[in-house]
């Protein structure tokens, strides 16, 4: 199943290379969501793996970003202890270009761009 959230890049992690064949690279998004009048803020961890690590190398901190990831959990067991963990397995980021831009030289329209109204009943067909 996939999932999708949009936020802003806070951090962005080195490549680290695990073992001979595997690598991942992680990232944080911080996400802003407004409920009620009060504003919660959550730091939300992803990783890349093998071939998708580089997905990340155009993008700055700061830039409005929408992630599309898998959830995977696992079993771990060691010396007889069970432990379980969650990640965030991230396999496409865009840019978000949902924001306004402010350097918009393209003004508003306004009444004057109307044309004309015709009130003749002289149509086409």
């Known amino acids: 199943m996939s999932f999708e959230i949009a936020g802003k890049i806070i951090e962005k992690y080195d490549i680290v290379q695990v073992n001979d064949r595997f690598k991942k690279r992680e990232f944080v998004v911080e996400r802003t969501e407004s409920n009620g009048g ?8 992803f990783q890349l793996t093998q071939d998708k690590c580089n997905l990340i190398d155009n993008l700055e901190i700061n830039d409005e970003i929408k992630v599309n990831f898998n ?18 397995d991230a396999w496409r980021i865009e840019k978000n270009t949902s924001e ?13 761009d109307l044309p004309p109204e015709n009130d003749s009943d002289d149509l086409p067909f």
């Open 100 to 112: 306004k831009s402010e350097n918009n030289d393209t003004p508003s329209p306004s009444l004057d």
């Open 71 to 88: 959830i995977r959990g696992k079993k771990w067991e060691r010396e007889g202890k069970v432990n379980y963990f969650t990640n965030l």
């Open 38 to 45: 009060m504003e919660f803020t959550d730091h939300i961890k």
